[in-house]
């Protein structure tokens, strides 16, 4: 192999074998059992360097020695290692971790201390009543600032920002449609709204989310198709692609609750 071939081997393997499970022990959904067998499978990327160095494994200590990758001798063993933690890692992931679930329930969505809240903005996104009003001024007049310089958003879309003062790290604010009677792509829309916030959360890593049930109050949202747009929606994400987490659904009333509660049900009934 060329040592560009090897070099970019190596990347390739500094990937799989290190960054991986390294961002598994980012999530916060760990019990004590699953994150020690994640921090143990770590500790074994570096317990063989000793033993590579004093000469203990040959044939690591003969790769270590090649200085044709135009690596080091110390820089090759440290990657090496990395293949001690992945597997444990890997089934750790995929075998002692529980599923992700979404569960519902009864707070304030501004006090809960999750990766990101969902907030169900206006289009102009520079806050307004409801949730939507209570998150900017938790959140801080940074908020506004940040939304403003963003310049909108569009119904069934999303962006991302800081959580600022919220115990939220982040803010993932999407805009649900206003119902009009059903016959203006409301449906789509909504289903758009829940599906753009969950690629935001996988795609950043985030292991769990808490939205607010968008379109449920001032836009008229009928909320039993609400409950079942927004339910089926995250539960065929999670299906796919198996993140994030812990996905909480913060209900602002007994009413909007026991809605969710029954698509919930529907849903695993059916799977």
């Known amino acids: 192999m060329e040592p560009a071939t090897n070099k970019l081997f190596l990347v390739i393997f ?20 699953q994150r020690t067998i994640l921090i143990l499978s770590k500790k074994a990327f570096f317990s063989g360097i000793d033993r590579i160095q004093s000469g203990e494994n040959s044939s ?7 200085n044709d990758w135009g690596y080091t001798r110390r820089e090759i063993p440290f990657r090496t290692e990395f293949i001690a933690g992945y597997l444990p890692a890997l089934l750790a992931r995929h075998f002692f971790m529980e599923p992700a679930m979404i569960t519902l329930i009864e707070s304030d969505i501004t006090t809960l201390d999750v990766d990101a809240i969902v907030n169900a903005a206006n289009s102009s996104l520079l806050g307004g009543g409801g949730v939507d009003g209570a998150i900017h001024a938790a959140a801080g007049p940074e908020l506004l600032a940040v939304c403003r310089e963003i310049g909108g958003c569009a119904a069934g ?16 604010h999407t805009v649900g449609p206003q119902w009009r009677g059903g016959g203006n792509n409301e449906h789509t829309l909504l289903a ?17 989310i808490a939205f607010a049930a968008i379109s449920c109050g001032a836009y008229g949202f009928p909320i039993e198709e609400a409950a079942e747009i927004a339910i089926s929606t995250l539960q065929d994400f999670l299906n796919q692609y198996d993140r994030p987490d812990k996905v909480l659904i913060v209900c602002f009333n007994p009413q909007t609750r026991s809605a969710f509660t029954r698509a919930l049900q529907q849903i695993n009934q059916h799977g």
Do not use: D, W
């Open 192 to 208: 758009n709204c829940y599906r753009s916030c969950m690629e935001i959360a996988a795609g950043n890593m985030f292991s769990s």
């Open 14 to 33: 500094s990937y799989f074998f290190y960054l991986y499970p390294s961002i598994l022990l980012t999530c916060h959904s760990y019990t004590y059992f």
């Open 60 to 66: 690591l200590s003969i790769l270590a020695q090649r």
């Open 157 to 172: 879309q999303a962006v991302l920002t800081p959580g600022f003062n919220l115990p939220a790290r982040h803010i993932i």
